[in-house]
């Protein structure tokens, strides 16, 4: 089955087909962080959702080139420079740096570029494209010296986010005079600059001011990937007016499709409401790692729904996070106890041995609830052999190659071995003893205290086993 995506586009689940497909080759772009402030977790399932996307590409054999854009000139950053009285790039660079860390944190593997908006080189290009749209007549400078977008000229305006635009005209209740455009939707391209800019300007055919921020991705998009991009990915709240003005200004410059694949995100809520950083309801990954959880245990609350379906944030998400990711270790632990102890290497796989049922779930618009339902039924069948001690070596290494292979798309693997702590150690040693002697009464009562400090004992043919506890 070939892989299938839902494009925002058509609102349809469709074939994947790139444009250049013998090459295997694929140009993806990522809207990135504003970097007025550190990015919260709502932005991060985004991210997260996108590298998901690329590693399920590269597991089925795709080269994915792929650009996350950094805007780092902006309304917001414009504020928040004048604010804390510190240059514009001073003020950006420590949430640049801090992004870099939180998504290194979650494991995000890092896009081929990182271009910034403020670059000379895209700025220039921004300029150039905003001359080619004035001289097709897409654009005008109004009196206000900004530049606009004139959508009324461009045919397709609207048809990403399926919005009609002779309805954005009947409402007219705001008055174009205010704005100085000629039509209530047109955006700016360039903005004039004015005193709250303080020194944060360039010099441009209309004028000293700054791109729009619409403008940043499409120059920066097509410098870098061409004038055609297979994927452009973001979250739910970009589609309107964001990517919605990249297709106006780059077809509007290259009069080619520019997108083939448009794939969106739902959004991550706090008790039902976007998490957002106008809404104060947010948390970032150092808020998260505070209460004591892991960067692994993040990733996975994030990673674990179906990009398309809303989730909600709540700490007992991570709780249950952390349980399932503790269920993986383990059985991980147990498959690799099996071939440590075998007395011959098996050559032969005795019992069923992994599916491609997990890659062929995320072939399906990233199925990745499915494909995690698939890995935890696993887990239960094997770990049931593992307990009647039928699970042979080559079995499990079979399925030890097998995570090996759909970890690349995961990436949660504990880093570092499971350490048992000396006194839980201690408990079970004194247990052992006990149960030499048939003081099961004794074993019991240590049992409970193991348990107690959150670990288990198994009694195997080959002795005791310990695990955290719930995590078979
Ligand atoms: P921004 O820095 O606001 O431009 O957002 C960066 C990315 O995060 C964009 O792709 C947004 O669509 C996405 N985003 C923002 N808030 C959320 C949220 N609560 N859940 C998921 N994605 C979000
Ligand atoms: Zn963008």
Known sequence: MPLRFFNTYSRGVEEFEPRDPSARHICMYTCGPTVYSRAHIGNFRAYIFEDLLQRHLELRGYKVHRVMNITDVDD????????????????????????????????????????????????????????????????????????????????NYGKLAHFDLSQLQSTGRVKHDEYDKEHIGDFALWKAWDEEDGDVKWDSPWGPGRPGWHIECSAMSTALLGDQLD???????????????????????????????????????????????????????PDVLAKGYTGRELRYALLRVHYRVPLNFTWDGMNEARESLGRIDEWLARLREVVGSARRADRTPRRGV???????????????????????????????????????????????????????????????????????????????????????????????????????????????????????
């Open 231 to 285: 994927i452009h990915c973001g979250g739910v709240d970009n589609i309107f007016p964001h990517h919605e003005a990249e297709i106006a200004q780059s077809e509007g410059v290259t009069e080619k499709k520019f997108v083939r694949y448009w794939l969106h995100c739902a959004h991550l809520l706090v008790d039902g409401q976007k998490m957002a950083k106008s809404l104060g309801n947010f948390y970032t990954v």
């Open 76 to 155: 917001k950053t414009i504020r928040g420079t004048g604010e804390a009285g510190i240059p514009l790039r001073k003020f950006t660079e420590q949430f640049k740096q801090a992004f870099f860390e939180d998504a290194d944190t979650l494991r995000i593997k890092r896009a081929n570029e990182y271009p910034a908006a403020t670059d000379q080189r895209y700025i220039d290009r921004m300029i150039e494209m905003i001359s080619t749209l004035i001289s097709k007549g897409l654009a005008y400078q109004a009196e206000d010296k900004s530049v606009y977008y004139r959508i009324n000229k461009f045919p």
């Open 354 to 472: 992994p599916t491609s049922k997990f890659e062929e779930a995320l072939d399906d618009d990233l199925n990745i609830s499915a494909a995690l339902g698939f890995l935890f039924e696993s887990i239960r069948e094997t770990n049931r052999a593992m307990d009647q001690n039928e699970m042979d070596a080559a079995t499990a290494n079979a399925w030890l190659d097998w995570w090996k292979r759909i970890n690349t798309v995961l990436d949660l693997e504990a880093e570092f071995e499971i350490i048992v702590p000396p006194e839980v150690m201690q408990l079970a040693k004194e247990r052992e003893n006990a149960r030499r002697e048939k003081k099961w009464k004794r074993s019991d009562e240590l049992r409970e205290q193991i348990s107690v400090l959150g670990w288990e004992v198994r009694d195997t043919k080959d002795g005791a086993k310990i695990t955290r506890r719930g995590a078979a």
